[in-house]
């Protein structure tokens, strides 16, 4: 055996035991900051992590049609004005209008183009009072139509031949002098009056470019726009086209985009949630599946004369109803 240097097992002992209490510290230390701080939660987008509130920012309170009534085919778009609601059921090719508690009103067919057998309304804006844009798919352009009595009478149409041509729209928005429209052939962002004449080009300095825009909304001078493919919100200066921002998050594929007081909604199908921003771009919380289970949230809406948030949901074949809770 070897003998053992005095001292020596002591001062292995002792090192052991500061150790051990370091250890124990940090571990209190640990476990008293993690009290302190808010609490993560994973998200199903990769590399995400979103602070836990105790409130959700979108409480469901609603959903129609109600049991028993017919489901929509293929709810998309929708839009708010005044105590009403349109939804776009783009299998139908028609835009229902509701009351703003989910009594149906009317149906708006959309008139077919030429060499089409029927429309399919996609996305859907108010770009003047009872003036409703809708992305006509099928048919390949925008048309405007009077919301006056339900009829749906025809005022204007975007697209036709030129620089304002249109070959694939999929999103449009209301903007001050009258609405813009994504065209994803050409991946460009054209503006036109409110009866569908061409206006003037505003993507051409926007780096990087945009990549198929699924929704659109104009929250005061600022222009939301979901580029879908590129999972971002992209934020446009409405005074100029070339200035922009992103919102700070990173999504799964955004779609719906609806600006509200105190921000923006987006609507993202993959995550699937709805989130909620203020002003400043700042994640304030997400819905989401209001009943469980699958939802496929695409179109949003707020309703100025309820204070209420609509989503559409072309799987379940509804739209489902939120109150904004604030703090």
Same mark, same amino acid.
Do not use: C, H
């Given at each position: 055996?070897?003998?053992?240097?005095?001292?020596?097992?002591?001062?292995? #002992?002792?090192?052991? &035991?500061?150790?051990?209490?370091?250890?124990? @510290?940090?571990? &209190?230390?640990?476990?008293?900051?993690?009290?302190?701080?808010?609490?993560? =939660?994973?998200?199903?987008?990769?590399?995400? +992590?979103? +602070?836990?509130?105790?409130? +959700?920012?979108?409480?469901?309170?609603? %959903?129609?049609?109600?049991?028993?009534?017919?489901?929509?085919?293929? $709810?998309?778009?929708?839009?708010?004005?005044?105590?009403?609601?349109?939804?776009?059921?783009?299998?139908?090719? &028609?835009?229902? /209008?509701?009351?703003?508690?989910?009594?149906?009103?009317?149906?708006?067919?959309?008139?077919?183009? #030429?060499? &089409? $057998?029927? @429309?399919?309304?996609?996305?859907?804006?108010?770009?003047?009072?009872?003036?409703?844009?809708?992305?006509?798919?099928?048919?390949?352009?925008?048309?405007?139509?009077?919301?006056?009595?339900?009829?749906?009478?025809?005022?204007? =149409?975007?697209?036709?031949?030129?620089?304002?041509?249109?070959?694939?729209?999929?999103?449009?928005?209301?903007?001050?002098?009258?609405?813009?429209?994504? !065209?994803?052939?050409?991946? %460009?962002?054209?503006?036109?009056?409110?009866?569908?004449?061409?206006?003037?080009?505003?993507?051409?300095?926007?780096?990087?470019?945009?990549?198929? =825009?699924?929704?659109?909304?104009?929250?005061?001078?600022?222009?939301? /726009?979901?580029?879908?493919?590129?999972?971002?919100?992209?934020?446009? !200066?409405? %005074?100029?086209?070339?200035?922009?921002? *992103?919102?700070?998050?990173?999504?799964?594929?955004?779609?719906?985009?609806?600006?509200?007081?105190?921000? =923006?909604?987006? @609507?993202?199908?993959?995550?699937?949630? *709805?989130?909620?921003?203020?002003? @400043?771009?700042?994640?304030?919380?997400?819905?989401?599946?209001?009943?469980?289970?699958?939802?496929? $949230?695409?179109?949003?809406?707020?309703?100025?004369?309820?204070?209420?948030?609509?989503?559409?949901?072309? %799987?379940?074949?509804?739209? !489902?109803?939120?109150?904004?809770?604030?703090?």
């Amino acid at each position: 055996m070897t003998e053992e240097e005095p001292g020596a097992r002591g001062v292995r #002992a002792s090192t052991v &035991v500061l150790a051990a209490a370091v250890l124990v @510290a940090a571990a &209190v230390f640990a476990v008293v900051l993690a009290l302190q701080q808010p609490r993560l =939660v994973q998200t199903s987008r990769p590399a995400e +992590a979103v +602070a836990e509130t105790t409130e +959700a920012p979108l409480v469901p309170v609603d %959903s129609f049609p109600r049991k028993g009534e017919r489901r929509l085919r293929n $709810p998309l778009g929708i839009a708010a004005d005044a105590d009403r609601l349109y939804v776009a059921e783009s299998d139908a090719g &028609v835009v229902r /209008v509701f009351s703003a508690e989910g009594e149906s009103i009317a149906a708006i067919a959309v008139p077919v183009a #030429a060499g &089409v $057998p029927r @429309a399919q309304p996609g996305s859907l804006a108010f770009v003047a009072p009872g003036r409703l844009a809708v992305v006509d798919t099928a048919g390949k352009r925008v048309v405007v139509l009077s919301t006056a009595a339900g009829r749906g009478k025809l005022l204007g =149409v975007a697209g036709g031949k030129g620089p304002g041509a249109l070959r694939q729209p999929t999103a449009v928005a209301a903007v001050p002098d009258g609405m813009a429209i994504y !065209d994803a052939a050409d991946r %460009s962002l054209k503006v036109y009056d409110a009866n569908g004449r061409f206006v003037r080009r505003v993507d051409e300095g926007l780096r990087p470019s945009l990549t198929f =825009v699924g929704g659109m909304a104009l929250g005061g001078d600022r222009l939301y /726009v979901a580029d879908s493919n590129a999972s971002r919100v992209v934020v446009l !200066d409405g %005074s100029r086209s070339d200035s922009s921002a *992103v919102l700070p998050e990173r999504f799964s594929l955004p779609r719906g985009l609806a600006s509200w007081p105190g921000g =923006v909604l987006v @609507a993202d199908p993959f995550a699937p949630a *709805v989130d909620v921003f203020d002003l @400043a771009g700042k994640l304030l919380g997400r819905a989401d599946a209001p009943r469980g289970g699958r939802w496929s $949230p695409m179109g949003v809406a707020w309703s100025a004369a309820t204070g209420r948030v609509y989503v559409t949901d072309p %799987s379940a074949g509804t739209v !489902d109803v939120f109150e904004v809770r604030t703090r």
